[in-house]
């Protein structure tokens, strides 16, 4: 069965710093990766997403993440961050050609992101 | 466009009370998801459904939760003699009909925050 793991679970950081969150996988096949974030008091929303081609792939509001295939990664970056950006991150996958419905995503437990001014 | 609704936001129940939580998708996707939150933890796939059938129900518990997507009106999960352990947030997603380009891509509702006292 495959499975997320997020590697931080709270990121405290000044403004303009860098944000980088981790994101592992356990599957051999084909996946699909996505990051979603929840600011506060909000629902889920989407903020990149790869299903195939360039690995690097850009999303809403300057982040973008890498999928590394033999790593079995997709890490989220941010080069400078906002306060706006405070908010619980969670990266999730789901996999084709496998038992599991691809509709199935599997969510990891999620980093809580803190930016002070 | 409205999003994923869902209804009651916040649910309070008794030990042994019935919960009904509701879920209208985006307008013109036809296949909902349910996903379960339980505190300190990622969202947790339990279900995923298109118009009059279930296509995966892996992640449901044996006893007690039903789901539902008839033909006309919002998927509704049905919780029977709910216990405190079923406490939770409880979300609903919804994707674009097979064939769409943005097929694999789930837009999230609110959720309803389930208490059970």
């Known amino acids: 069965a495959q499975s997320v793991s997020q590697h931080n679970h709270h990121v405290i950081l000044s403004e303009a710093a860098s944000l980088e969150l981790g994101c592992n996988y356990s599957?051999?096949?084909?996946?699909?990766l996505f990051w979603y974030v929840q600011y506060p008091g909000q629902h889920l929303q989407l903020l990149l997403k790869?299903?195939?081609?360039?690995?690097l792939v850009k999303g809403i509001k300057g982040f973008e993440a890498e999928f590394i295939k033999s790593k079995f990664s997709f890490n989220l970056r941010k080069p400078s961050v906002q306060w706006s950006d405070t908010a619980e991150y969670f990266c999730?996958?789901?996999?084709?050609?496998?038992?599991?419905?691809?509709?199935?995503?599997?969510f990891g437990a999620g980093t809580q992101v803190v930016v002070t001014p | 466009n409205a999003g994923v609704m869902q209804n009651p936001r916040h649910l309070v129940r008794r030990r042994g009370q019935e919960a009904r939580l509701r879920c209208s998708p985006m307008?013109?996707?036809?296949?909902v998801y349910w996903y379960r939150q339980l505190p300190e933890e990622g969202l947790k796939f339990m279900v995923y459904?298109?118009?009059?059938?279930?296509?995966?129900e892996s992640g449901m518990p044996k006893e007690r939760f039903s789901a539902e997507f008839p033909k006309e009106g919002p998927s509704i999960l049905r919780i029977q003699q709910v216990v405190r352990g079923d406490s939770a947030a409880y979300f609903c997603?919804?994707?674009?009909?097979?064939?769409?380009?943005?097929?694999?891509?789930?837009?999230f509702g609110p959720g309803t925050r389930l208490t059970v006292t």
């Open positions: 997603a919804s994707s674009p009909p097979s064939g769409h380009a943005r097929l694999h891509e789930q837009y």
């Open positions: 599957y051999g096949g084909t996946v699909n």
């Open positions: 790869y299903f195939s081609g360039d690995p």
């Open positions: 999730a996958v789901n996999a084709r050609g496998t038992t599991d419905s691809w509709g199935k995503l599997q």
């Open positions: 307008k013109g996707h036809s296949h």
């Open positions: 459904l298109q118009k009059e059938n279930i296509i995966d």
